[in-house]
């Protein structure tokens, strides 16, 4: 059964570029989570599908901040225009059911440096 | 405000030896507190998930403890190998609901670490 898998593996722009991540979950699974971990701080929680409905978004930190999964299945998430604190690991995680004792999967993470 | 820290941030021992990595938690209400292990240029994997009722849980050479009436917890690694060498994250799941969410994931900033031959 494959992963989750997260594209690109590594991206470099400029302040004021758009960058869109994507993230497919493992097959079957209706949530979808993002989080982000900044250089020296702890991951942290993005937002949180169900199938293609925004179940918490709670964690977005602005709206430069655009996520996406129309038809429940991949997702993106997208930032623009990007500035230099953006820079991170973003990580995509995919569940089950979403239940308190779910597992969740990670991916590998996208590392996106805005220069 | 719902925190969880960890120590050591680093740790570097030899091959063969155990370790233990703690985690403290101020997360309330409490669901379950999970250790995961995320290697170089990998996504963080769950090692043990253990929740308010259970003091402690094995996975292989991995034996994670809980005590939550002091919030605390730890990771005890046995007989060390290389490929031990990771990151070890501390992840407390709290108990929310709005909008329909079950509770978000609280991480620790991890301990590094290196299992050296």
């Known amino acids: 059964e494959a992963g989750v898998t997260q594209f690109p593996s590594h991206s470099v722009i400029e302040k004021g570029q758009t960058v869109t991540l994507r993230c497919d979950p493992i097959s079957g699974h209706d949530n979808l989570y993002w989080y982000r971990r900044v250089m020296g701080k702890e991951i942290k929680f993005l937002l949180h599908f169900v199938k293609e409905s925004k179940q918490d978004e709670s964690g977005m930190p602005n709206n430069r901040f655009l996520a996406e999964r129309t038809g429940g299945t991949y997702s993106t998430l997208k930032v623009q225009p990007a500035e230099l604190e953006d820079s991170g690991v973003y990580f995509c995680?995919?569940?089950?059911?979403?239940?308190?004792?779910?597992?969740?999967?990670f991916g590998p993470g996208t590392r996106l440096t805005v220069l | 405000k719902n925190q969880v820290e960890q120590s050591p941030q680093s740790l570097i021992i030899l091959e063969g030896k155990n370790c233990t990595l703690q985690?403290?938690?101020?997360?309330?209400?409490?669901?379950?507190l999970r250790w995961y292990k995320q290697d170089t240029g990998r996504g963080p994997v769950s090692l043990t998930i253990m929740t308010f009722s259970e003091n402690t849980k094995s996975n292989g050479r991995y034996t994670a403890t809980l005590d939550a009436d002091t919030k605390q917890s730890s990771l005890h690694i046995t007989a060390s190998q290389l490929s031990d060498s990771a990151s070890y994250i501390c992840v407390v799941r709290g108990v929310m609901n709005y909008g329909g969410s079950q509770g978000n994931l609280i991480f620790g900033k991890g301990t590094k670490l290196s299992v050296k031959p």
């Open positions: 995680a995919s569940s089950p059911t979403g239940g308190l004792g779910d597992t969740q999967y």
């Open positions: 985690c403290n938690y101020t997360v309330s209400p409490f669901s379950n």
